[in-house]
Nanobody
């Protein structure tokens, strides 16, 4: 049984930084791509970042809106994926969800992810 548990959300001022984590329980974490998505109130869930499996050297993919500010990484020994968020903006506010891809190569399409966490709230004040 795969479970994903996010942590590290909170309230931060614009321009600040925050790191959210996602702990994966279950086998074969390192062979799957992992992704982060977010959902703001009244909006659809959107792609933020993805990281592919270990043998693709952890190739990362980012939404244009976060490129250069956010960094996704993974620690396969700890079965954990991280999202480091710098230079945060009020429009980054939302619930951040961790997800496991169906394969080892990350994509932007949320339909390609079949396991999801419960989410962690990130609020950026202006």
């Amino acid at each position: 049984q795969v479970q994903l548990v996010e942590s590290g959300g909170g309230l931060v001022q614009a321009g600040g930084s925050l790191r959210v984590s996602c702990a994966h329980s279950g086998r074969a974490f390192s062979t799957y791509a992992m992704g982060w998505f977010r959902q703001a109130p009244g909006k659809e869930r959107e792609f933020v970042a993805a990281i592919s499996w270990v043998f693709s050297k952890g190739a990362a993919l980012y939404a244009d809106s976060v490129k250069g500010r956010f960094t996704i990484s993974r620690d396969n020994a700890k079965n954990t994926v991280y999202l480091q968020m710098n230079s945060l903006k009020p429009e980054d506010t939302g619930v951040y969800y961790c997800a496991r891809h169906r394969s080892g190569i990350g994509t932007k399409n949320l339909d390609h992810y079949n396991y999801w966490g419960q989410g962690t709230q990130v609020t950026v004040s202006s």
